[in-house]
Structure formats: structure tokens, C-alpha cells
């Protein structure tokens, strides 16, 4: 049998806009991943701490302050200075088209704006996390 | 309407009708046909199955129990006070702002503050990077609050500002501008939000651990009924608590329990239940289900009143009052197809005032995607003048009273409301209740219900799970320029370079030892604003007497 998928879902920043990213958590777990959530007002230097930690295959951030620009790439940054640059990271919150470019050459690897379907995330961490 | 001594002798005509009539046709498949928040509802609603004794329980407007509105003429006395929210960047630029919003025939004005503001960072601590004037204001100081209202006469505005955990700050830097402007305390007129409990159980911007913020609540109240008679202290708040997730009565039961936490508190500290409880006041969200909406409006100020003359025994018929403020649903907004949004924002703002609100905030149409622009805002407050001036709704007082529906769902959310207050009873109060994760539990629990019914297609959302378009055409959104952060720590790094730095020494030293001691601590945060003294500073000082609050998160 296949292993679990372990996810980190992550609160960075001040904001305390929590609803989304509860539904997410509880959605992964329901389809079968092991869910950390961090809880909130996380700095990108605990967040980076938990992954590691917890062996995270995924990191998720929710984020709906607009601060996504200033504090997603030092939570990549932390990720790759700390060697687990594999570990995948994918964004969901209020993300311009704009940021979501950049985010994306800086080494985002999914981003879901609202609306989008827990179920399309599910899927997405399922095809993006190689599970021997 | 049937009163309470036949309630089924006649219920055979009705159920007649749905068996012999109703269902010979189908029903629709997929859409669930109950409320927003999941109440089933009966097909027809007639004599036969709502129960309601007119004095009892609807009376009249501006008469106990004021299920039919607070006051005796409602809109045809005065208009709601159109009150849109704002605050963005720099304290220069939401004064901009507000003076647009004056001009353009707007009653009242709403602040917003930034996150760092709103969890007593200052702008300049590294916890606030990123985040200075993104989702509201950045306001570190007196001197930050003097240019927020510099040219707007404080004498002749009310003013609300949505603040929680460092409102005593922001008060007190507020009656300091006042001052400047010679405008003596009694005279200053607006609300401070204050409601830290809904902090804990929905919006999660905190300080200090609740008995401590408890405390700082009390002090506030205490000091406005003496100093500042015409401020709101408080203004409790559903609006965050629905936004979370929640349903109508859970927005409904968990914001009257914290109103009675408040009042609880007060009375223990000695207060008179008369001396404060006329300036209470309240916060709704204004859903998209529209009947359910105005059903929990008229509900809420029915419970209000009664508990207050027969709990709490108060005397005067002001403190019976629920007055409140509503704000559409920002949660309903969806990024898709944003120009929709007016319409959700209209349908919504159209049930508050159904539901006979004080005050109003309509949301504007591009705020699923970030702060909205000076149009979307102009928009957002022609939709409350449409509804004032073209629609005669405003001409009879709750033309919805009496349908039977209407009157069915007021008893039923009621009938829920109680419920809660039996079970946070059991727990042992509000406060035990946050402790134990009792309301985020519910609240996780309704939002991933709801979650759920949308991506079954049990709820349609349009343009999000039908009625999608390919291709969506770019909107031009507000965008925060991302070096006004840098100036604004310069801003408050300039101030404390060149303040008196012994006063200000000597103030959040008596700020600690009044913490300590349980002197009310209103005198010495207007000490200290008066110092510029900056609010992280006023926090910082008593984090280290408090201690903070940690949440263990569920879901």
C-alpha cells in the first residue's frame, strides 16, 4: 500500500482568515493525507521549521493579506537554504494574475485562487507527490 | 395567525393542501431547497403552522420587544447612516479617502486598520512586514491619527473604527484628536468595535489572554459612560463570526452570548446595567438568504430586549435597545465574474434594511480581489441610495412582519439561539466555551457543511459552479504601493527620534503598574497617547504584565 501523503498547511502573516484553510485541511485528510496544521500568525521561518519537521511532502499556504509577495519566497527560500527544496509548496488565497506568475518561476507549484474545488486540490497534490 | 391555543386542530387544511395539491407535481432535483445555513423549509407557511401572539411577540416600532424596530418611526423618521468602511496605505491616504466618501454624500465614517494595527504591532516591528496599509491603515501613533482626520471636523462626524484588541489606544488617540480640534469629550459620537470575544471565536486577532482582555473591555465601557457618553464602547459582533463560516444562528446565538458576557462582566465590576447597556451596540452580517437574514434581525432585538428587562432587570428602555450596523456578506463576493457582486451586494443590503437596520456597509464589487477602487466604491454606496430613494421600501416599517414565513423563521432561529445559550451555559460561559474550541469547532463544522453542498451542486453559486464563462476579462484592481510601508516605518521611527523620551518612559511604566494594581487603565493609555506613545509600545508594556493568547487550532 501506498504510503500517506503528508501536508503542511500553513498560516503566514498577521491575518486571521482561517476558513479556508481549515476546509483544505480537513478535505486532505478526508482523501486520505496526514494533515499538520500550523494554526495562525506563522512566520515564514516556522513554517519552513514545521515542514521540516514534520517531513512534510507538501506545504500549503493560505493566505488572504496580500503579503503573499513578501513572505512566500522567504518561506522558499528557508525550504531551500534548509536542503528540502523537494518538498512541493502550493499557495491558496486572494493571488493577482501577476503575483501568480512570479510566484510560479519563484518555485510555487500550484496556486488556487477562490473557488477553486477542494477536490481539484486533492488531485493536484495526489499527481505532484511521488508516492512509491 | 394562529394563536397558541389552536395550533393543530387546523393543520389538517394545509397538510390537505400538500397532499391533495403540492405533491402532484415534482419537486426539482439538486438544489437543496432549505436555507442558506441549512433550515428546511416547508413549502407554504400559513395560519396553520406559525404561531405568533402579536403583542407578545411583535408589538410595535420603538416598543418592547421591538421585534418590528428600534425605533418608532424607522426610515420614515431618518435614513439609515450610510457608513462604508475604508482604510488603506498611509494615514494621508485614507484621509483622501474619507473626504471622497464625504463629498459624495456618504453620513458616517468607518475605519479600517491594518493587520499590524490590529494585533498591536507597530509598523517598523518585524512581525508586520509586509503587511503595513495592505488591508486597512497603518496607525502607530497620535501623530499617524492627526493626519487620519486632519481637516474633518470630529465635533460633526460620527466616526466607527474597527478595532479590537489595542481599542483602548485607538480611543484614546482618537479623544486626543478631538482635542486638538476643541472638541470636548461628550461631544465626540461614534463606535469602537471592542468585541474581543468574537476575536477568539472567529476573526483571531488577539493579545492577551481573554480574562485580561476582559478586563481592558470593562475599562472602556466604565470610562465612555463617565467621559465619552455619546461613543459606542462596544460593538458586538456577528459579521466575522458568519464570515467564518457560520450559519444565521449561530451568527445570531454566539454574538447575543457575548453581548451577555460583556454585560456580565460589567455588572460583576459594579456597573448598573443602565448606566451602560443604552450604548451597547451591534455588528450583523447581511447574507445572501435573504428572508432568513431579515429574520434574524428582528429576532435578535426580541431576545435582546427581553433578556435585558427580565434577566438583567434593567429599567430604562434604552438598554432593551438592539440597535445595529450591517455589513454585506464579503464571504458571498466571488472573484469570477466580479461585476455580479453588485447584484449579491444590493439583494443583501436590501435585506438589512428590511431587517431595519441603523447602518450599513455595502460591499463593493471588486473586493474578492483586493481593496476596492474609488468607482467600485462609488458604486457600492449609489446601491443604499438606490434602495433609500427608489425602491419605497423605506415607506412602511417591516412590511415583512406578519408573512408567515417571515415570522416562522424568526421563531425558529430563536428557537436555535436559546438552544446555544443552554449548551455555552453548560460549558460554563463564553469565555470556558473559546477555551474548550466549542464555537471554532461549530463554526469549522457549518463552513464545511456549506463547502461540501457547493461542490455537490446542492448550493449554486453562479459563475463559480455554473454559469462559468472561459474566459474572464482583467479587471483593473486598487494595487498598494509596495514603498509605502517604507515610509511609513520611517514615519514612526522620525516620531520616536524626536518625542520626549523620559514622558514617555514615565507614561508605560504607570501603564504597567495600573495593569498591575487593576486601576482602570483608560487614564494612563491617554496619558501615554498624549505622549506618542506609539499603540505597539502601550501592547508591548502589557504583554509583559498579560502574558499572550495562544490558540490550539482544529479543524
Known amino acids: 500500500m501506498a504510503r500517506k501523503i503528508r501536508v503542511v498547511i500553513a498560516k503566514p502573516g498577521l491575518d486571521g482568515h482561517d476558513r479556508g484553510a481549515k476546509i483544505i485541511a480537513r478535505a486532505l485528510r478526508d482523501a486520505g493525507m496526514e ?11 516556522q513554517i519552513v521549521e514545521t515542514a521540516i519537521q514534520e517531513d512534510a511532502d507538501a506545504v500549503g499556504i493560505s493566505i488572504l493579506s496580500g503579503a503573499h509577495m513578501t513572505l512566500v519566497p522567504r518561506i522558499l527560500d528557508g525550504l531551500r537554504e534548509n536542503g528540502a527544496d523537494d518538498v512541493i509548496v502550493v499557495v491558496g488565497g486572494t493571488i493577482p ?8 518561476k519563484r518555485g510555487v507549484a500550484g496556486i488556487f485562487t477562490p473557488g477553486a474545488p477542494t477536490s481539484e486540490i486533492v488531485d493536484f497534490l495526489k499527481g505532484a507527490v511521488p508516492v512509491a | 395567525m394562529a394563536t397558541t391555543e389552536d395550533p393543530s386542530a387546523e393543520q389538517t387544511a394545509t397538510d390537505e393542501w400538500r397532499a391533495g395539491l403540492y405533491e402532484a407535481t415534482p419537486e426539482r432535483e439538486g438544489e437543496a431547497f432549505s436555507t442558506i445555513s441549512g433550515v428546511q423549509n416547508e413549502p407554504l407557511y400559513t395560519p396553520h403552522n406559525v404561531e405568533v401572539d402579536y403583542e407578545r411577540d411583535l408589538g410595535y416600532p420603538g416598543v418592547h420587544p421591538f421585534t418590528r424596530g428600534v425605533y418608532p418611526s424607522m426610515y420614515r423618521g431618518r435614513l439609515w447612516t450610510m457608513r462604508q468602511f475604508a482604510g488603506f496605505g498611509t494615514a494621508a491616504e485614507t484621509n483622501a479617502r474619507f473626504r471622497y466618501l464625504l463629498e459624495h454624500g456618504q453620513t458616517g465614517l468607518s475605519t479600517a486598520f491594518d493587520m499590524p494595527t490590529l494585533m498591536g504591532y507597530d509598523s517598523d516591528n518585524p512581525r508586520s512586514l509586509g503587511e503595513v496599509g495592505r488591508e486597512g491603515v497603518a496607525v502607530d501613533s497620535l501623530d499617524d491619527m492627526e493626519t487620519l482626520f486632519a481637516g474633518i471636523p470630529l465635533g460633526e462626524v460620527s466616526t466607527s473604527m474597527t478595532i479590537n484588541s489595542p481599542a483602548a489606544m485607538l480611543l484614546a488617540f482618537y479623544a486626543c484628536v478631538g482635542e486638538q480640534q476643541g472638541v470636548p469629550l461628550d461631544r465626540l459620537r461614534g463606535t469602537v468595535q471592542t468585541d474581543i470575544l468574537k476575536e477568539y471565536i472567529a476573526q483571531k486577532e488577539w493579545i492577551f489572554p481573554p480574562e485580561p482582555s476582559m478586563r481592558l473591555v470593562v475599562d472602556m465601557i466604565e470610562w465612555c459612560a463617565q467621559e465619552m457618553p455619546l461613543m459606542h464602547p462596544v460593538s458586538i459582533s ?8 457560520s450559519t444565521a444562528a449561530q451568527e445570531l446565538a454566539f454574538t447575543l452570548a457575548d453581548g451577555f458576557a460583556y454585560v456580565d462582566a460589567c455588572v460583576e465590576r459594579g456597573l448598573d446595567v443602565d448606566d451602560f447597556a443604552p450604548r451597547l451596540s451591534f455588528f450583523f452580517n447581511a447574507h445572501l438568504d435573504f428572508f432568513e437574514e431579515i429574520a434574524k434581525y428582528r429576532a435578535a432585538r426580541r431576545i435582546w430586549a427581553r433578556e435585558l428587562r427580565d434577566r438583567y432587570g434593567a429599567k430604562n428602555p434604552r438598554s432593551w435597545l438592539m440597535r445595529f450596523h450591517a455589513q ?7 472573484a469570477q465574474q466580479p461585476e455580479v457582486n453588485l447584484i449579491r451586494t444590493a439583494l443583501e443590503a436590501l435585506a438589512a434594511v428590511l431587517g431595519g437596520t441603523q ?23 449609489r446601491t443604499q441610495q438606490v434602495i433609500a430613494h427608489e425602491t419605497g421600501v423605506v415607506n412602511t416599517i417591516d412590511p415583512l412582519g406578519g408573512s408567515y414565513y417571515v415570522e416562522h423563521l424568526t421563531n425558529e432561529l430563536e428557537r436555535q439561539a436559546y438552544d446555544y445559550f443552554d449548551r455555552i451555559e453548560r460549558l460554563g460561559g463564553v469565555v470556558e466555551a473559546i477555551k474548550e474550541n466549542f464555537f471554532q469547532r461549530e463554526i469549522a463544522e457549518a463552513s464545511f457543511r456549506y463547502q461540501a453542498e457547493v461542490e455537490a451542486k446542492q448550493r ?36 520616536r527620534a524626536r518625542r520626549d523620551s523620559a514622558a514617555v518612559e514615565s507614561a508605560l511604566a504607570r501603564l504597567q503598574a495600573d495593569a498591575t494594581e487593576g486601576r482602570n487603565l483608560m487614564p494612563p493609555i491617554l496619558d501615554a497617547a498624549g505622549a506618542y506613545v506609539t499603540m505597539g509600545e502601550m501592547c508591548d508594556a502589557l504583554r509583559e504584565v498579560w502574558g499572550v493568547w495562544r490558540e490550539t487550532p482544529v479543524f
Request: proline fraction near 4%.
Open chain 2, 359 to 381: 447602518s450599513l456597509h455595502t460591499n463593493s464589487f471588486d473586493e474578492a480581489l483586493a481593496l476596492p477602487t474609488e468607482n467600485a466604491v462609488r458604486l457600492a454606496l
Open chain 2, 328 to 334: 454585506t456578506a464579503g464571504v458571498s463576493l466571488t
Open chain 2, 238 to 245: 456577528g459579521y466575522h463570526i458568519r464570515e467564518a463560516g
Open chain 2, 460 to 495: 449554486i453559486v453562479v459563475g463559480v459552479n455554473r454559469y462559468q464563462i472561459e474566459a474572464e476579462p482583467e479587471l483593473e484592481i486598487l494595487k498598494i504601493d509596495p514603498a509605502l510601508e517604507e515610509r511609513q516605518i520611517a514615519r514612526v521611527q522620525a516620531l
Open chain 1, 35 to 45: 494533515v499538520i496544521y500550523t494554526g495562525l500568525h506563522q512566520t515564514p521561518e
Open chain 1, 97 to 104: 494574475a501577476d503575483d501568480a506568475d512570479e510566484l510560479r
